[in-house]
């Protein structure tokens, strides 16, 4: 009986968050068309808001440590869930993603991404595509920002192992920017898959920078283990003993 109210209680969650996505999305719209600035306060409040409700309707607090950047930089994050992402962009300032190109066919994605820089690819471009994105900044085009990647390109569950992939050190050596780090354990409460959201505190923690210039081998081994361990961390401190 527990487990099913818990999950009544999820799904009401997940349908009024679309439904609030939709209704912020077109409150903000006509705004947007006039400063991309805009865009970043329809992310920030919407994201918000989800955080708060998922609070009072399902149980899961949410905790960000660590220092989100406000600087030009590279944030690699391990991505568990969709809850990561939306921790992600409650916290950083002026947040990028690099999105497949079918998600941006979206007109919410397409609009508001457009408008913020986002970085649409499809297999194989990529380099051409990270090139244009610094070409825009350089121009004026858009601003300066945080441009978030996820190293395994893809959600892992916890317990779950996955490559590191070799894009993001080539991203890194092309950008020639920091990098920060991302550990989480935001998928032991919102899966990767399924309505059911388990209560408890879910936690993104951002972690110390890797400087910009390190041989590509180095940075990736670094990389990998610091978002590893660390979110190993977080995890066996929620009690996961996977």
Not at 117 to 127: E, H, L, M
């Amino acid at each position: 009986m527990r487990y099913a109210f818990q999950w009544l209680r999820s799904l009401i969650f997940a349908a009024q968050m679309y439904v609030m996505l939709v209704v912020f999305a077109v409150a903000f719209f006509p705004f947007a068309l006039f400063s991309p600035n805009i865009v970043y306060v329809f992310l920030h409040s919407y994201t918000r808001y989800v955080r708060w409700t998922l609070s009072w309707m399902t149980g899961i607090k949410t905790e960000i440590r660590g220092n989100a950047p406000d600087y030009e930089c590279l944030v690699a994050s391990k991505h568990q869930s969709f809850l990561d992402v939306f921790l992600i962009l409650s916290a950083v300032p002026r947040v990028r993603f690099i999105i497949k190109r079918e998600l941006h066919i979206l007109p919410i994605f397409h609009y508001f991404g457009n408008r913020i820089g986002n970085v649409p690819v499809k297999r194989g471009d990529r380099g051409k595509a990270i090139k244009k994105m610094m070409a825009d900044v350089q121009s004026g085009k858009i601003e300066a920002g945080q441009l978030v990647i996820y190293p395994q390109g893809t959600r892992v569950a916890p317990g779950v192992s996955a490559p590191y992939k070799i894009g993001v050190g080539l991203i890194y050596e092309q950008t020639g920017q920091d990098c920060v780090p991302v550990a989480t354990n935001v998928g032991l409460f919102w899966p990767k898959r399924g309505v059911y959201r388990k209560p408890g505190v879910a936690v993104i923690e951002f972690l110390p920078p890797i400087k910009s210039g390190k041989p590509r081998e180095e940075f990736m081994k670094e990389l990998e283990q610091v978002i590893e361990q660390n979110s190993d961390r977080l995890m066996a401190e929620a009690g996961f003993k996977g």
